[in-house]
């Protein structure tokens, strides 16, 4: 399936969820202030595993950067 | 780090604190993270500053930066403060419901937008965060601000980075006479000067980055501003003298021998 994943074009094996976008962006499921929305909703991390992904889903992986 | 002057120790009273929204600080510099060019500049910047609370911001993880800013930032032992981009998702990555507010309106001052600030702030509120908005230094926004349920207000001194200092601190003392809530200045400060100043008009905080992260050493600003932070607080408590027109001698007149000539 075709997912965007923090503005790129991905394509994704079927059945693929939150976590398994983790795991192509080498974060560690314990990596501290992540934080991840599928199409505009914030997906807490217990819900990470459960979480399919659809063709077409927008995912968007955020970080804490210097700033504010 | 090189070489510093000997260590001051904290001039103000420690029972001077901060209080934020049922929390309490003993700094009253904020730190913001922006603009360092490495992890240990920020590290010494926060020792030096003395900061418990710092800023960040939340951006697409990017699988090639090594580290993480809040390792750093647990390890100095401050706070983080998330800044508004993304804020639903700065609750889940920090677990807090603490959020500087910024709604710019303008991209080459990067004035905030008060029209949409107020309503961003209104529907935040609601939404059980702690908002600290940045805002213009308009007395009357400010109160705005205060009423709908911000937990401070956050007035710029000059527009962000330009290190212009406080333009108007006619404005920024009307603030701080109407203000109920922590008045923190967020911008502007390119100096210790500056950041004396906006105590010694009654603000309750700092907040700095660029000044910082910015400077030759980043490190010895930080330590300045604090300082500068720590005598505008303790000048703004002792109370100064007001200006005159005229000059009012120091010394006694009576007394005066009659030691030349006389006519």
Same mark, same amino acid.
């Given at each position: 399936?075709?997912?965007?994943?923090?503005?790129?074009?991905?394509?994704?094996?079927?059945?693929?969820?939150?976590?398994?976008?983790?795991?192509?962006?080498?974060?560690?499921?314990?990596?501290?202030?992540? !934080?991840?929305?599928?199409?505009?909703? @914030?997906?807490?991390?217990?819900?990470?595993?459960?979480? !399919?992904?659809?063709?077409?889903?927008?995912?968007?992986? @955020?970080?804490?950067?210097?700033?504010? | 780090?090189?070489?510093?002057?000997?260590?001051?120790?904290?001039?103000?009273?420690?029972?001077?604190?901060?209080?934020?929204?049922?929390?309490?600080?003993?700094?009253?510099?904020?730190?913001?993270?922006?603009?360092?060019?490495?992890?240990?500049?920020?590290?010494?910047? =926060?020792? *030096?500053? &003395?900061?418990?609370? =710092?800023?960040?911001?939340?951006?697409?993880?990017?699988?090639?930066?090594?580290?993480?800013?809040?390792?750093?930032?647990?390890? %100095?032992?401050?706070?983080?403060?998330?800044?508004?981009?993304?804020?639903?998702?700065?609750?889940?990555?920090?677990?807090?419901?603490?959020?500087?507010?910024?709604?710019?309106?303008?991209? &080459?001052?990067?004035?905030?937008? %008060?029209?949409?600030?107020?309503?961003?702030?209104?529907?935040?509120?609601?939404?059980?965060?702690?908002?600290?908005?940045?805002?213009?230094?308009?007395?009357?926004?400010?109160?705005?601000? /205060?009423?709908?349920? =911000?937990?401070?207000?956050?007035?710029?001194?000059?527009?962000?980075?330009?290190?212009?200092?406080?333009?108007?601190?006619?404005?920024?003392?009307?603030?701080? *006479?109407? %203000? *109920?809530?922590?008045?923190?200045?967020?911008?502007?400060?390119?100096?210790?000067?500056?950041?004396?100043?906006?105590?010694?008009?009654?603000?309750?905080?700092?907040? =700095?980055?660029?000044?910082?992260?910015?400077?030759?050493?980043?490190? %010895?600003?930080?330590?300045?501003?604090?300082?500068?932070?720590?005598?505008?607080?303790?000048?703004?408590?002792?109370?100064?003298?007001?200006?005159?027109?005229?000059? /009012?001698?120091?010394?006694?007149?009576?007394?005066?021998?009659?030691?030349?000539?006389?006519?």
């Amino acid at each position: 399936m075709n997912a965007t994943v923090n503005g790129e074009a991905r394509v994704l094996p079927a059945g693929a969820t939150v976590a398994s976008v983790l795991v192509l962006l080498d974060v560690a499921p314990d990596a501290r202030g992540i !934080a991840v929305a599928v199409d505009g909703e @914030v997906v807490s991390r217990s819900r990470w595993d459960a979480t !399919a992904l659809h063709d077409g889903s927008t995912v968007e992986v @955020v970080t804490a950067i210097g700033g504010g | 780090m090189s070489a510093g002057p000997p260590d001051v120790p904290a001039p103000v009273d420690e029972s001077d604190r901060l209080e934020i929204a049922g929390r309490s600080f003993s700094s009253r510099l904020i730190l913001g993270t922006g603009g360092f060019v490495n992890h240990e500049l920020l590290a010494a910047a =926060c020792r *030096e500053a &003395r900061a418990e609370l =710092c800023t960040v911001a939340l951006r697409r993880l990017d699988p090639s930066t090594p580290g993480s800013i809040l390792d750093v930032l647990d390890e %100095a032992g401050v706070a983080v403060l998330p800044n508004t981009a993304g804020c639903f998702t700065a609750r889940e990555a920090f677990g807090t419901d603490w959020l500087k507010l910024e709604v710019i309106g303008d991209d &080459r001052t990067l004035l905030p937008d %008060a029209v949409e600030l107020v309503a961003a702030a209104e529907e935040l509120v609601d939404d059980g965060f702690i908002v600290l908005p940045y805002t213009t230094d308009d007395p009357v926004l400010a109160r705005r601000l /205060q009423d709908i349920g =911000c937990a401070a207000v956050m007035p710029l001194g000059s527009p962000i980075g330009s290190g212009m200092g406080i333009c108007n601190p006619y404005n920024l003392s009307i603030i701080v *006479e109407y %203000a *109920e809530v922590p008045v923190i200045l967020d911008a502007g400060v390119g100096t210790a000067s500056d950041a004396a100043l906006a105590m010694e008009l009654g603000c309750d905080a700092v907040l =700095c980055a660029s000044a910082i992260s910015r400077a030759h050493d980043a490190a %010895a600003m930080a330590r300045a501003i604090r300082l500068g932070v720590d005598a505008g607080r303790l000048a703004f408590g002792a109370g100064r003298i007001p200006r005159r027109r005229y000059a /009012q001698a120091s010394t006694p007149m009576a007394g005066l021998p009659a030691l030349g000539p006389s006519s």
